[in-house]
């Protein structure tokens, strides 16, 4: 071969290299979420249900913040995990009105919502009004009214997000687990419940697209967890003893809850495809959970089925008397407490998780391993090959 000519494909081949190094970088640069913008249930609430029907009272809150903070746990949820990852402030709910600031986004999640809007009342059902429709009229009207009173300026003017901040923001999604109980509560079949997910999951598909027609390009959607696991459905809807699993959590409503994430996975990769322009990552919580519940004594939890906040029962629950409320011993009004030490223990007060289980779950999904595709949380705004 000629010296010239070996020289040129030298050449060739290390600008191949260099450009394929360069291209590899930025594929692999991590994401600079201005904002964080959070819709679900009260697996992510963080003061939005409190706001508007009366604070969730001690002893919630106490591990981390010392005092009820508007979570239904002994500290931070998985959101705040998030919000901190990604160099946040704690979101804000929209309907908490003192003290808030949404310069880095918002959180419309309410404990009790749904996906699909309720036929009933908070006080009939026990599940919230503000469903996901309504948190995405919630953020419409947010995206409108903020830039109006950040253009006005003056004190409230800079605790809003830029108009840029929309397009740019991680949006985050944890809702679904009580469109499935809303069902069982209502005293369906579960042929019944799981014939309603399709229209439960075109409704959510709705609002993620209403979220991409205003800009919003990066999703990081959580599928449901093991309701068949947790006290509040264990305690509430008989099964027989053929239908508890070898670790004691009710198999039907978690083959629902399994029915439920497979068809969001489907609606999920439909809307890569509709959706040119979005990030979207799938994460598997569900595999997650059950994970720490059914090998709790291994990750240095135990007793994964009793409610540390509780009283009574098989699961320390009782739906008359939550954490917090009173009951009366030997003639005595006794407030029901937390237990000894929470951060031994999975689940809160018979329906969320604690705050070390909500950090271990956590630290299991920022890398990706999780998730569909394997993009770590801090790379949520790259899109991927549609397969």
């Known amino acids: 071969m000629e010296p010239r000519l070996k020289m040129l494909l030298s050449l060739i081949a290390f600008a191949l290299v260099f450009v394929g190094a360069d291209r590899w970088k930025v594929s692999a640069a991590t994401c600079e979420f201005p904002a964080v ?28 913040f010392g005092a009820p903070a508007g979570r239904y746990s002994d500290g931070r949820l998985i959101i705040d995990f998030i919000a901190e990852a990604v160099g946040l402030p704690y979101l804000s709910a ?19 919502s749904t996906i699909r809007p ?7 059902s026990g599940f919230s009004p503000i469903s996901l429709n309504v948190q995405w009229n919630e953020f419409h ?9 950040r253009n006005r300026g003056g004190f409230f003017g800079p605790l809003m997000p830029k108009e840029e901040d ?35 999951l075109d409704q959510f598909k709705t609002v993620i697209k209403n979220i991409y027609d205003q800009g919003g390009r990066s999703f990081w959607i959580h599928n449901t ?29 978690n083959q629902v809850a399994k029915y439920f994430n497979s068809k969001l996975k489907i609606t999920v990769h439909q809307l890569r495809q509709e959706l040119p322009e979005a990030a979207i990552t799938y994460v598997d919580l569900y595999r997650l959970k059950y994970t720490l519940i059914t090998k709790a004594n291994k990750f240095g939890f135990v ?13 320390n629950y009782n739906i008359h008397v939550g954490c917090g409320g009173t009951v009366r011993v030997d003639g005595k009004e006794v407030v029901v407490g937390s237990c000894k030490d929470p951060s031994v223990k999975i689940n809160w007060d018979g329906v969320h998780f604690t705050e ?24 949520a705004c790259q899109r991927h090959p549609i397969h």
């Not at 309720?118 to 009939?124: E, F």
């Not at 264990?234 to 009710?250: F, H, K, N, P, S």
């Not at 909500?358 to 790379?379: C, E, H, R, T, Y």
């Open 37 to 64: 913008f959070n819709f679900g249930d009260s697996n992510s609430d963080t003061g939005g249900l409190s706001a508007a029907f009366g604070q969730a009272g001690p002893p919630a809150g106490e591990t981390y």
């Open 94 to 112: 929209f309907l908490d009105a003192l003290g808030s600031n949404f310069t880095h986004g918002a959180n419309f999640a309410t404990a009790g």
């Open 118 to 124: 309720p036929n009933a009342t908070l006080s009939q």
């Open 141 to 149: 009207d947010f995206i409108r009214r903020s830039q109006i009173i």
């Open 166 to 200: 929309f397009s740019n923001a991680l949006y985050t999604f944890d809702i679904g687990q009580n469109d499935l109980t809303y069902g069982y509560f209502s005293n369906m079949s579960t042929d019944e419940v799981r014939a309603y997910v399709p229209d439960v």
């Open 225 to 253: 967890g093991p309701v068949g696991c947790l006290p509040y459905v264990m305690d509430r809807l008989l099964i027989t003893a053929g239908q508890v699993d070898e670790y004691g959590c009710a198999d039907p409503f």
């Open 303 to 315: 007793q994964p089925l009793k409610a540390c906040c509780g009283h009574g029962g098989k699961y």
């Open 356 to 379: 070390a289980a909500n950090k271990w779950i956590f630290d299991k999904i920022m890398g990706g391993a999780f998730s569909d595709p394997l993009v770590p949380l801090k790379m």
